[in-house]
């Protein structure tokens, strides 16, 4: 029973390069979110999907960030023109949608993006 | 003020005692709150989700949650070097999920063989 995968895990891209990060949430599992987490901070909220839809991108940059969950294939969080200051850890996390019940959220490995 | 306080520690406590873990939160609708635990260098674990006020208990976890005072614990009894991590509540408004989660910036816990 596979959980959350992301890949890649670690991800190091030069100044004003794109990232590409991508998420394959947990089987049976159709929401996704996407957290950051700068060194020595927490876990800040970014956006969260469901299959072709954007529910929530309150806690997304306004600029160069873009996610998706196309019908078919994994979440991807776009980083265009990266800078220094995005740096950090990008968490994926899914959950189920179960009417009536409790939906928790279980996180990805993780991908570590370093900016030179 | 912010929005899910912890205490960044870091707390140490003896192998085998009770390690007490604490989490405010502003939000008074506030509706489901999460205990996840990270591992330097690795991603958070759920451990523990509390949705009604009182106890609730799993092996040596229990979470306490005291909506009236906007507080929420996590109680590690017999605690063991493997419990050394950083704990990380985390609040959702929502009744059933599936909405973004507010984290605290984590209460790092050290265990002393």
């Known amino acids: 029973n596979a959980g959350v995968m992301q890949n890649p895990r670690h991800l190091v891209r030069r100044r004003g390069q794109e990232a590409r990060l991508r998420c394959s949430p947990m089987k049976g599992h159709s929401h996704v979110y996407w957290y950051r987490q700068l060194p020595e901070e927490g876990l800040k909220f970014m956006v969260y999907l469901q299959k072709e839809n954007i529910i929530d991108e309150s806690g997304m940059p306004k600029e160069r960030f873009s996610a998706e969950f196309p019908k078919e294939g994994p979440s991807i969080l776009r980083i265009q023109q990266v800078v220094r200051g995005d740096s950090a850890a990008y968490f994926c996390?899914?959950?189920?949608?179960?009417?009536?019940?409790?939906?928790?959220?279980?996180f990805g490995p993780g991908t570590r993006l370093t900016v030179l | 003020q912010k929005e899910v306080e912890q205490n960044s520690g870091p707390l140490s406590v003896p192998e085998g005692a009770i390690a007490s873990l604490n989490c405010t939160y502003s939000?008074?609708?506030?509706?489901?709150f999460f205990w996840y635990r990270q591992y330097s260098g690795k991603s958070p674990e759920l451990i523990m989700s509390?949705?009604?006020?009182g106890d609730k208990e799993d092996g040596r976890f229990t979470a306490q949650l005291n909506k009236a005072s906007q507080y929420v614990s996590l109680l590690i009894r017999d605690s063991q070097p493997s419990d050394s991590a950083t704990y990380l509540c985390a609040v959702g408004l929502s009744n059933f999920g599936n909405e973004k989660l507010t984290f605290g910036t984590g209460t790092r816990l050290t265990i002393i063989p």
């Open positions: 509390i949705y009604s006020n």
């Open positions: 939000d008074r609708v506030s509706q489901s």
């Open positions: 996390a899914s959950s189920r949608s179960r009417t009536g019940s409790w939906n928790e959220q279980f």
